[in-house]
């Protein structure tokens, strides 16, 4: 009698066959491992033609809502805790390098270039913070020139590209380090919010009886000539959210105090009003892996 690993056992293997000659070995690799575990998949759950359907239709109503502004399959991605399993793969090594995290569906790539100390917040609103630190290597070595990305959510926990009442780029800026590898920079307190629920993540979200809600955090891509890229988070202290993110993003490493200072002598020195808050976090990037040796040819 045929066991349940049995069934279509015939297709699985016709399936494989038909990679023989992919010329590219890696993808042959991963089309093997995808097909192996999607058939395997099917045989536990042996979905219903329906429910299966059902599947191709959510899939693709994933990808109709993704544009220049909305990333719904990379929501997926980090609501399944998949996003995070990549990193955690592709960046393991205990050498006391800053640990990554989620890059998440709102990044945007060309953030205008800022003098340091200048503020990101394009309208004011908000409560401000000086967020500073150095740029570091594993060995303590200050580094300059280091550029920080930085992006985040304002207080009511929209991004500019959500709202259509922020300025755009607003609350997105690129940082250079200097000489000593400092950095600063002014921004405004951000909150913890509901990744988009609208569509049809969060319509999984609701059948799997989860909340949609991130912890307080601001966005971080730290890179430096010779230092491999770093893809982080600094989350705020004491958010509710810290044990349940919906992106299983958050890292203890990464969770900082937000001090709230009130002096209006104070703030006037730091170029922000009362009351402001600071941050300080010091990025620790590990060197880049030498690339391959090319073979030699002639």
């Not at 920079?185 to 969060?202: A, E, L, M, Q």
């Not at 203890?252 to 104070?266: K, T």
Request: with cysteine.
């Amino acid at each position: 009698m045929a066991t349940s690993s049995d069934i279509g056992a015939e297709i699985t293997e016709q399936v494989l066959r038909s990679l023989d000659h992919t010329p590219n070995p890696r993808l042959k690799t991963v089309m093997t491992s995808l097909i192996r575990h999607l058939h395997a998949f099917i045989r536990e759950v042996k979905p219903t033609e329906a429910e299966w359907l059902q599947a191709i239709q959510f899939l693709t109503r994933v990808g109709q809502l993704c544009d220049e502004r909305r990333q719904e399959f990379i929501l997926l991605s980090d609501a399944l805790g998949a996003s995070i399993l990549v990193d955690a793969v592709n960046h393991h090594a205990d050498d006391g390098a800053t640990e990554s995290t989620l890059l998440g569906p709102f990044y945007r790539p060309g953030a205008p270039e800022l003098p340091s100390g200048a503020s990101i917040s394009r309208d004011g609103r908000g409560e401000p913070v000086v967020v500073s630190g150095r740029v570091l290597s594993t060995d303590g070595v200050p580094i300059p020139g280091a550029v920080l990305d930085v992006w985040q959510a304002n207080a009511h926990g929209l991004y500019e590209q959500q709202d259509p009442t922020q300025p755009e780029m607003n609350l997105r800026g690129r940082f250079r380090t200097d000489t000593e590898g400092r950095y600063r920079f002014i921004t405004v307190r951000p909150s913890s919010y509901p990744i988009p629920h609208d569509g049809p993540v969060g319509e999984l979200l609701r059948a799997l009886g989860r909340h949609p809600y991130r912890p307080a955090h601001i966005h971080f891509i730290v890179t430096a000539e010779g230092y491999a890229p770093l893809t982080t988070h600094l989350f705020a202290a004491g958010d509710p959210y810290l044990d349940s993110d919906a992106g299983f993003g958050t890292k203890d490493s990464l969770v900082v105090e937000f001090v709230r200072h009130d002096s209006a002598e104070e703030a006037a020195q730091h170029g922000v009003r009362a009351p402001f808050y600071t941050v300080q976090y010091d990025f620790v990037l590990r060197r880049a892996a030498p690339a391959p040796e090319q073979p030699r040819t002639g």
